[in-house]
């Protein structure tokens, strides 16, 4: 994985926050590893991981654990591993001394961003920044890809040698049943991932609603 991001915000009306996780990688399938998003909170993983790893980090916060407690001891004894995420409370990150540099990570108000093998520090600047001030009237799973796009366009994975990657976003909204489809999105294999994230999910919502319309029609 290269550069990830998760968040957590407020939902009007709502007891409980929304979470979200994007990344983007030089790499195949970084949705089948990285991201991983429930209901009490969000963790992204990174260098030597498998998915295992996030699920039982989501399996520790369902628990009533706090995601600096997940995250201390994930990192123990894990030089190679990255690991980072937010709680309902808290944000907290890891990166192994022996991750692929360049190799860092950092938090704000509500989301933590990380990255390895990135072109340049600016790349995670690039991230946070683009998801705090970008579009922020528009739904989160825009915004995160946005975030994503931002920092591809700062030099995102400096392994660009590398034929294709990917790219992927998921957002778990509380009390929304059901979750709409294009809230778990995923590219697998592309030369253009960020760019073609972006595109499912334009295509993505407008399917969804254009068969939730008609649903609706049907029953009426």
């Known amino acids: 994985m290269t550069y990830s991001l998760c968040v957590r915000e407020q939902v009007a009306g709502a007891d409980a926050p929304r979470f979200g996780v994007a990344a983007a990688t030089r790499l195949p399938a970084v949705g089948s590893v990285c991201p991983h998003v429930s209901e009490q909170g969000a963790v992204a993983t990174a260098g030597v991981t498998d998915a295992d790893l996030g699920l039982r980090s989501l399996a520790d916060l369902a628990a009533g654990r706090r995601i600096d407690d997940v995250v201390a001891t994930r990192a123990a004894d894990a030089p190679t591993l990255q690991i980072h995420g937010v709680d309902a409370h808290a944000t907290a990150a890891h990166t192994g001394a022996d991750c692929r540099p360049v190799a860092t990570h950092a938090s704000g108000d509500g989301y933590s961003v990380a990255g390895t093998s990135l072109a340049d520090d600016e790349v995670l600047a690039a991230l946070a920044q683009g998801y705090r001030d970008n579009e922020r009237d528009a739904p989160l799973v825009r915004r995160l890809i946005t975030a994503l796009a931002a920092a591809e366009r700062a030099g995102g994975d400096r392994r660009t040698d590398l034929p294709v990657g990917s790219a992927a976003v998921v957002v778990t ?45 049907e029953n009426s």
Do not use: I
Not at 188 to 203: C, G
């Open 173 to 217: 909204t509380p009390g929304s049943e059901p979750e709409p489809l294009y809230h778990d999105l995923r590219v697998d294999a592309n030369e253009s991932p960020v760019a073609e994230l972006r595109e499912t999910y334009r295509r993505a919502k407008h399917g969804y609603e254009a068969a939730l319309d008609r649903y609706q029609t």
